[in-house]
């Protein structure tokens, strides 16, 4: 039996139990998060993310440094670190957690959140549409968001994306899993879809398809040296029409997947995405406390400017 059945197994709680806990271990928590509630214009202030009704911190927990097959630089940290990150970051009031079915974070999330109020945190996780030899893609969506959910010991996945698309037809391409997605909205179980983008045409048509809730995207002050799809105008002429559309544009990559890491490198891309207003919110694959810290306080910096 792998690692990841183990830990399923071994943290099985039903839904009247789930809500037992959380007067009793969650409000360890939720009580040291709330003397340290979230000012305005900061990292871990409550933001609406554009029309989808969704409200969580501006600052996301990404969980997937490195990620592939099912593994990543955070799962691979080993459980009891993996939670002691994840409730550093609660505690420091990031409450929106970044996740996908490629980074084999689910079930580490589960462990990490356990006792925790489901009212204090927001998932976004992503279903890689593709058959790969770790996975076997059912080509459409209910069948990975009802195993999602049960990974992750939720009802309602708040953001469900279709994950990494690579060019300008993936609509067509993936239209069944589009329209399973829009019948897991239908049901509750999901409050809103959308793409994460790889490629400057998938990514134009995301900003545009009114099907698309919300659009994950590579976006920084450098280009394409620093994992974008394209220059930072371009780029940034697109999340600009998308925002104005109502959708969501969430950024990643904010710091050029590990290229922008001296400190005023990693500054003059804060300053410049959130300057131009080109997001609703980040995700940073922050790998320790320390790092949770130092980016909260970047992300404070440059939005307040």
């Not at 909205?185 to 919300?214: I, M, R, Y």
């Not at 002050?221 to 780029?235: H, L, W, Y």
């Not at 810290?293 to 404070?300: C, G, H, L, W």
Request: charged share 25%; with cysteine.
């Amino acid at each position: 039996m792998d690692k990841q059945t183990l830990l399923l197994q071994g943290n099985k709680i039903n839904r009247r139990g789930f809500a037992a806990a959380l007067a009793g271990a969650g409000a360890l928590v939720t009580g040291a998060r709330d003397a340290r509630a979230a000012g305005k214009n900061s990292a871990t202030e409550i933001v609406t993310l554009g029309k989808t009704g969704v409200k969580t911190s501006r600052l996301a927990q990404g969980t997937g440094w490195t990620g592939g097959g099912r593994s990543s630089a955070h799962t691979r940290l080993g459980v009891k670190e993996f939670t002691k990150l994840v409730r550093h970051s609660l505690d420091s009031g990031v409450r929106f957690m970044d996740t996908a079915d490629l980074y084999g974070a689910h079930p580490y999330l589960r462990t990490a959140l356990d006792g925790v109020s489901r009212d204090n945190y927001n998932f976004l996780s992503k279903l890689w549409p593709r058959t790969e030899y770790w996975n076997h893609a059912s080509g459409g969506a209910t069948e990975e968001v009802n195993r999602f959910r049960k990974e992750l010991n939720t009802d309602v996945i708040e953001i469900c994306l279709i994950h990494c698309m690579l060019n300008s037809h993936w609509t067509d391409e993936y239209k069944r899993i589009r329209d399973e997605l829009n019948e897991e909205k239908s049901k509750g179980t999901v409050k809103a879809v959308g793409v994460s983008c790889h490629d400057f045409g998938a990514l134009e048509v995301a900003c545009n398809d009114p099907w698309t809730d919300v659009v994950l995207a590579r976006i920084n002050n450098v280009g394409k040296s620093a994992s974008m799809d394209g220059t930072p105008e371009e780029v940034g002429a697109l999340l600009k029409t998308a925002r104005s559309k109502g959708k969501a544009v969430i950024g990643m990559k904010i710091f050029g997947n590990g290229k922008l890491t001296k400190p005023d490198q990693m500054d003059a891309s804060l300053a410049y995405v959130f300057g131009n207003k080109l997001v609703d919110a980040i995700t940073v694959g922050m790998m320790s406390p320390e790092q949770v810290d130092d980016t909260i306080a970047r992300v404070n910096k440059a939005v307040k400017a």
